[in-house]
């Protein structure tokens, strides 16, 4: 079975650091696309961020470019989102998904709040 | 960006009646391919969202066939065909073809 399991997240004050990372099993790892969407409290779904299979092509959401960078460890079936300089608007709970045209599989999330 | 547009954003329906709801794209979400990257998420209140249709009318595995997608270029449809209670939550497009992904705003289902 598919698993993607997300940590990481926490409370923040505006413009610091936090690192999500996403473990993934049961499927060929290398083989698919990463992303990641957030969604803000009662609010709808935003994408975030893509990375191919070989980790050497990304995408980013405006809201993010500059701030936010996603990698991947193949070695251990891992996705990560290192956040920078983050802001109140990047509240949300962050899920990392697998696939990128149409993510088929989707972690548990992991909540993020940046305040002071 | 390619702006997904839902209608209506809130539905209330009748335990086994139909609904549907409207998505609709500023671009054609026709890839160089040939494929047509237009999906369909439902999320169910305090849960993850899980996929339903993929490439306009492909429902996923073990979604139940009340579901159904359709639709092509820039105006595409999810119809349940009998609003089960389990339905209940609120249901986003995703287009898949053009960077950045975008969703639609969502769709709130309710059981009246």
Redesign the interface.
Known sequence: DVQLLESGGGLVQPGGSLRLSCAASGFSFTSYSM?W?RQAPGK????VS?ISGNGATT????SVKGRFTISRDNSKNTLYLQMNNLRAEDTAVY?C?KG??????????TLVTVSS | ?VVMTQSPLSLSVTLGQPASISCRSSQSLVYSDGNT???W?Q?RPGQ????LI??VSNR?SGVPDRFSGSGSGTDFTLKISGVESEDVG?Y?C?Q??H????????TNVEIK
């Open positions: 992303t969407v709808g779904l935003e994408w893509v995408y980013y959401a405006d899920y998904a990128s045209s149409g993510p088929d599989y989707w972690g548990q999330g | 960006d990257y237009l999906s998420f999320q993850s969202p899980r996929r993929s490439k996923d609120v986003y995703m898949g073809t960077w950045p992904r975008t969703f639609g705003q969502g």
